[in-house]
């Protein structure tokens, strides 16, 4: 039986955040391994390019493009580029489509998938509901809006939550099968959607991140946190851990950039801000730490504790949202069941530090046990369970 040829539309490619890594690894895959694969997303220059069995569709955004994130844009001009995703459909002739999200090239995607009957799959990457009420929740925090009575600002922002919710569901609902990255949003999408809903976790690259990274040589304690500085992280935190910490010599390291990196700077007081890492200098970065504090509720799975498991750093999360389930509690770091229990989850750690060198050992073995080629190989497995006798073959539809 021939391979399963996949149009794969991505929202988020070059980007530094978990979409954009998962994206990045199915594409590798695919060329290692000579699957037939076609990648839609976004680039600098439009051009297409293909190599082998695998092609590259890339698509330039509008000037005029919305600002979703501090890297991610939503272009409502994008169907100007339809005839060009038009012909490399052609040209490659897929026997599925699988979208990212609804963004602006994941809806191309959906809209490809059904104007040519292509079975569909589609894989959740972020709480974009729980996004959205943070959003909601900082701006109604603002001077101007300070008349309303908090009860009222509560609701609204709940209201957008759940009615955003509903809308992405309404999306994912759209496709034939399911990918999501933690067994909470396996349950909840299959509950909103009836369809068949398969974990797929992210694996981590166990020699770039690695213990043997670490170069530091001064003394001080280290608190690390790398991602997004932005309100949905939960990030401001960080300083109200700071008024807690014992006496000693401590720092934080604070890697990536955001919204929220001019309160934070102007209130942590031995801070170090790093903006972007990545690659060699990100692993640097994650190895000079010795321990992660990860204060996000909103996660869908947590790349970055995964990074810092792999070189060797303990993690202290939050119970809500993925990165939980990387934290055995007391193993490889601590599950703290409410923000002040993240607080004092910290500072006990570092009032007894003859805990963190087992803490260290199992938090590379734990990021070991995950590879990104038995992950990619279960999401191919997928592609071929989909039931594409339903459809109308791709290559009689694609002329």
């Not at 530094?16 to 998962?22: E, F, I, K, L, W």
């Not at 922002?157 to 999501?180: C, D, I």
């Not at 010599?249 to 890697?255: A, D, Y």
């Not at 949202?321 to 490889?332: K, M």
Request: net charge neutral.
């Amino acid at each position: 039986m021939p391979a399963v040829r996949v149009a794969y539309f991505a929202d988020s490619f070059h980007e530094v955040n978990g979409m954009a890594r998962t994206s990045r690894e199915l594409d590798g895959f695919a060329r290692r391994t000579g699957m037939p694969f076609l990648c839609v997303r976004v680039g600098d220059v439009t051009k297409y390019s293909a190599e082998g069995s695998t092609a590259i569709l890339e698509l330039r955004r509008a000037s005029a493009s919305i600002p979703v994130d501090k890297d991610l844009s939503f272009d409502p001009l994008l169907g100007r580029h339809l005839l060009r995703v038009r012909n490399a459909l052609r040209k490659f002739k897929p026997d599925v489509i699988h979208v990212t999200g609804p963004g602006d090239i994941g809806l191309m995607g959906v809209y490809f998938a059904y104007h040519y009957n292509i079975p569909l799959v589609a894989s959740w990457h972020n709480n974009l509901h729980e996004l959205a009420a943070h959003r909601l929740h900082i701006i109604l925090e603002h001077p101007l809006f300070s008349f309303l009575p908090k009860a009222y600002a509560d609701f609204v922002t709940l209201l957008t939550e759940r009615g955003a919710l509903e809308g992405v569901s309404l999306f994912y609902k759209l496709a034939s099968a399911l990918f999501a990255p933690n067994p909470d949003l396996v349950q909840m999408l299959g509950e909103r959607t009836g369809k068949p809903v398969h974990l797929m976790p992210r694996g981590v690259d166990t020699e770039l991140f690695s213990p043997s990274k670490r170069f530091r040589q001064d003394g001080a304690f280290t608190l690390g946190f790398a991602g997004r500085l932005q309100p949905e992280k939960n990030v401001r935190l960080l300083v109200d851990l700071q008024k807690q910490l014992p006496p000693g010599n401590h720092r934080f390291l604070i890697v990536g950039d955001g919204f929220e990196r001019t309160y934070l700077s102007r209130r942590l007081r031995r801070a170090e801000f790093t903006g972007f890492l990545d690659g060699e200098p990100l692993a640097e970065a994650y190895a000079s730490m010795d321990l992660f504090v990860y204060p996000s509720c909103t996660d869908t799975y947590g790349t970055a504790v995964q990074e810092a498991l792999a070189c060797g750093v303990p993690a202290v999360v939050r119970d809500q949202g993925g990165p939980r389930y990387l934290i055995e509690s007391g193993v490889n770091g601590l599950v703290a069941r409410s923000d002040a229990h993240f607080i004092r989850s910290v500072v006990q750690l570092m009032e007894d530090p003859t805990r963190l060198p087992g803490l260290r050992r199992e938090a590379r073995e734990s990021a070991c046990r995950t590879s990104w080629d038995s992950i990619c190989a279960a999401v191919w497995e997928i592609y071929d369970r989909v039931p594409r006798h339903e459809f109308a073959p791709a290559s009689a539809l694609l002329h």
